[in-house]
């Protein structure tokens, strides 16, 4: 008689060296204890010896032989009877009640290996592995998901015999693409990276952009636009047509009194010149800045014998560019704000 020693009995079950049976686990690739032709031998010729050994010849038509011969060695006194199916005496003999109980242990355990068998092979049937990805199909087998060994993961379509997506173990996309709309939190991504409403941009064409007005000083829906109307609470653009941005004085000193988003009329710096003019002869009047001598005039005699009088105009022009109105040298664009 021996113990189990299949690949699949547990291992010292019952102590050191001693090992016992076991139904599986398919959840941990654990298999059910099978039984092998040593270990059936083994139960056979401990039974048929304990049969023969009491003077009774086997019979294939009878099931009570054993108990016969426990009976026959219990009359004669020769051995005591054990029920105990985990008894480690060398001096006791199993009861029929004993033998059953290891028996249906066994047939359990035979049924359970083949259960654990049954599921494993469908589990197997979903995983697949080769030389450098693993795949788990769907039960109709249409789609598998891959876990490549360079860290890839995505999902495989077998009737277009295409990788939809497949992101690398950067979590880039390596393959296909996904809709956007299907992308979580990407509109907040985006605009941690983009310039919020409300900031003037020059735009270089005569209308704007999707997602941007021009501003023209129009008026907008704050229930529609509420990213913008927090910027604009009073639901109106500035109008920007024709007009320069400066930059806000914030008490430094060189344009103080101003608010923010406050208009401001033009203005130039003033603009000066002088001449000189005398009685008498015509002596070089000396005219400076915007002021120039254009001709002379004489009148009869006077303390020199004839006096004078310059004629002077002012005209800037002869110190800096002129226009009908004020402004530096420029490039016209749009200017244009983002809606949301």
């Known amino acids: 008689m021996h113990r189990i020693d299949t690949a699949t009995a547990q291992k010292d079950k019952f102590g050191q060296g001693k090992n016992g ?25 401990e039974i048929a010896n304990a049969i023969e050994s009491a003077g009774i010849k086997l019979d294939k038509s009878k099931h009570d032989q054993l108990a016969t011969a426990i009976k026959e060695f219990v009359k004669k006194g020769s051995v005591k009877l054990n029920s105990s199916i985990n008894s480690t005496s060398e001096t006791e003999a199993a009861t029929p009640l004993a033998v059953k109980k290891v ?6 355990a035979n049924s359970n290996a083949e259960n654990a068998h049954n599921r494993i092979d469908a589990i197997t049937d979903k995983f697949q592995s080769d030389g450098f990805e693993s795949r788990v199909y769907s039960h109709d087998k249409r789609f598998y998901l891959i876990v490549r060994d360079d860290g890839t993961v995505g ?19 390596r393959e296909g693409y996904i809709p956007v709309n299907k992308v979580l939190n990407l509109e907040q991504y985006i605009r941690g990276f983009t310039l919020p409403p409300g900031i003037p941009l020059p735009w270089p064409q005569d209308r704007p952009p999707a997602g941007w007005f021009e501003c023209n000083g129009a008026s907008f829906d704050v229930n529609q636009f509420p990213r913008l109307a927090s910027v604009f609470p009073w639901g109106r653009l500035p109008d920007l047509r024709g007009e320069f941005i400066r930059g806000w004085d914030n008490a430094r000193g060189i344009d103080p009194y101003r608010v ?20 008498g002869n015509y002596n070089g009047e000396v005219q400076t800045g915007a002021f120039a001598l254009t001709g002379t005039k004489l009148h009869g005699a006077g303390y020199s014998g004839y006096f004078e009088h310059s004629l002077v105009d002012f005209d800037v022009s002869r110190v800096v560019p002129v226009g009908n109105q004020n402004r530096p040298r420029n490039l016209a664009f749009m200017y244009i704000v983002k809606t949301e």
């Open 260 to 279: 923010i988003l406050s208009w401001q009329e033009d203005a130039i710096r003033n603009i000066t010149g002088t001449f000189k003019s005398s009685a």
């Open 103 to 108: 028996n249906d242990q066994a047939i359990t």
């Open 21 to 45: 049976f076991t139904r599986g686990n398919p959840q941990t690739g654990t298999p059910a204890t099978q039984l092998d032709y040593l270990y059936c031998d083994a139960i056979q010729e």
């Open 155 to 173: 999902m495989y379509n077998t009737v277009r015999h295409s990788l939809p997506w497949g992101i690398g173990e950067d979590g880039v996309l």
